[in-house]
């Protein structure tokens, strides 16, 4: 019995020991299983965050006008052009400095003859396959030629021979030496490569079926509501963070802060009420902003017959406190300048003839070009942007001294037709640029009259036209400086365009957003933008 019992009790203890093992291996499997479903679980939330998703929404503020570099115009489609194509150079974000894109490296020994080595691999969107130096001579060529009738096709005069050495490496001589060379090739307007056949298969519709090698490409738009960029898959660079931008067309900027707080838009392309600024801080979002980017111009057409008379040009600088509009009206936005050129630019100087408030000085420069009882003085603007508040008050300043400011509004391509073509008495100018020569050169020098050129007061002194080519020209730091100040000295004195602002710029966003750094184009690099 001792043994059996004892038997019987081995067996138990034998069967306790399978059946812990047998638990324990299905608490195992089970644990296996259920490690294997989370990492799965993990591996989908992964996906689901992955770049391939994200779609960013932005504001667009007016009609877009098109996007060929030849005649491209206004900052909106600038900024939607700076991500579609690319140039030679480009432009670092944070200081505006020059950097490599399409080419990856140049030399240069005397700023006269320049050459270009390119990347190698770099695909064009549409599949019009590989970027060569064929593609960089027909983009000059095509800016050059007079039937495109571009006004960028001055930046390029002094261009006079180009040579492809072979598929990746382009040789540009110089009529001139030019230290800013590596501007005029930059992604900026005539600097913008475009693709032979792409240009060829859009014909008449070119403007609306923009094809480059940057990190968006043109999906679809629709002139009344929006325009659609898609992530280019093969941007040299590799992918962007967000696979697709949806520009919405809202003009009404007060409609355009409802939409960012509701959430129907990311991100306000441009936002340049006080009040709406005021707002959308207070609210918490987040407030892109670059300082002193730009000056706005007062453009005179010297061949208007009250106009050309210079001490009614200076009458009418005397006759405007800027300074104080500004700061009554947008305080955020801007402030009053007295010269053309940026304080961050390398060639500005102060040291130039400045138009102090004056009425008084302002009465007796007209009187004395014979306008005692003041005159009636037309300028032209766009329907889109109205009569502002500023403009209503330069206009009760200037009737002070007797001069009668009239507005004529049009549609935004017949504005910038017009204004290109000179057609007008007075008219604005917003000029962002990191070039000096883009405003001095562009505005001033007599090859760039309109129409053809940005020198839409048709402004010719042969003295500073010499003094600015030599600038241009001059390898001597020092040397150049002090032509680029007697240029800037003369500039003023004859005042063909009269500064009016300095501005500011707010792209005003969800926290959510990240990477948006406007840069000194007012511009924004959208490949550097992702969200959280």
């Not at 992964?46 to 391939?52: D, H, N, Q, S, Y």
């Not at 480059?212 to 898609?230: F, H, K, Q, R, W």
């Not at 340049?272 to 057409?301: C, H, I, P, Q, W």
Request: aromatic share 10%; charged share 25%.
């Amino acid at each position: 019995m001792g043994i059996r019992r004892w038997g019987f009790t081995l067996l138990l203890v034998l069967l306790v020991v399978i059946i812990s093992a047998c638990s324990a291996e299905e608490n195992t499997v089970s644990n296996e299983s259920a490690n294997s479903n989370k990492s799965e679980g993990s591996k989908v939330e992964e996906v689901a965050e992955a770049p391939t998703d994200k779609v960013l929404r932005v504001r667009f503020y007016d009609d877009p006008a098109g996007f060929d570099p030849t005649n491209i115009f206004r900052i909106e489609n600038e900024n939607i052009a700076f991500n579609i194509f690319s140039g030679l150079t480009t432009y670092e974000s944070e200081s505006g400095k020059i950097i490599p894109d399409l080419a990856e490296s140049w030399e240069t020994t005397d700023n006269k003859t320049w050459t270009f080595n390119l990347r190698k691999g770099v695909e064009w969107q549409g599949g019009y396959g590989e970027f060569t130096a064929a593609d960089v001579l027909y983009t000059y060529n095509r800016n050059i030629d007079p039937a495109t009738a571009s006004p960028y096709a001055s930046d390029l005069a002094n261009v006079t021979s180009m040579e492809a050495l072979d598929d990746y490496t382009v040789k540009i001589v110089l009529g001139k030496p030019d230290g800013n060379f590596l501007h005029v090739v930059a992604n900026y307007h005539q600097g913008q490569i475009v693709k032979k056949e792409a240009i060829e298969a859009a014909g008449d519709q070119v403007k609306f079926q923009p094809v480059g090698t940057g990190p968006y490409a043109m999906e679809s738009i629709d002139v009344n509501s929006e325009i659609v960029l898609v992530r280019h898959e093969g941007y040299y660079q590799g992918p962007a963070p967000i696979s697709k931008i949806i520009f919405s067309i809202i003009k009404d900027e007060s409609t355009a802060t409802i939409a960012l707080q509701n959430g129907e838009v990311d991100v306000l392309m441009r936002a340049n009420k006080e009040e709406n600024l005021d707002t959308l801080k207070a609210a918490g979002f987040k407030m892109n902003t670059v300082s002193n980017y730009a000056k706005s111009l007062r453009v005179f057409n010297l061949e208007d017959p009250i106009l050309k008379d210079v001490r009614v040009r200076q009458a009418l600088a005397h006759a405007v406190d800027f300074d104080a509009i500004a700061k009554a009206v947008v305080p955020n936005l801007s402030v009053g300048t007295k010269t053309m050129l940026l304080d961050w630019m390398d060639v500005y100087t102060d040291d130039v003839p400045m138009y102090e408030y004056d009425p008084e000085q302002a009465k007796q420069l007209l009187a004395e070009a014979g306008y005692p009882d003041g005159f009636k003085m037309t300028q032209l603007g766009t329907s889109a942007s109205g009569i502002n508040d500023q403009s209503q008050l330069e206009q009760e300043y200037l009737s002070k001294v007797g001069v009668t400011l009239e507005f004529e509004l049009v549609d935004t391509p017949t504005y910038n037709q017009r204004r290109n073509a000179g057609e007008f008495m007075t008219a604005g100018r917003l000029l962002p640029a990191v070039n000096p020569d883009m405003i001095l050169f562009s505005f001033l020098h007599p090859d760039n009259k309109s129409p053809g050129g940005l020198n839409g007061a048709r402004y010719d002194n042969p003295v500073l036209t010499e003094k600015l080519e030599a600038a241009r020209a001059e390898i001597d730091e020092t040397k150049r400086m002090e032509l680029y100040a007697e240029v800037q000295s003369i500039a003023m004195a004859d005042l063909p365009y009269m500064p009016t602002y300095a501005s500011n710029v707010f792209w005003p966003s969800k926290d959510s957003v990240e990477g948006i750094v406007i840069n000194k184009l007012a511009q924004v690099n959208f490949y550097g933008v992702d969200i959280k």
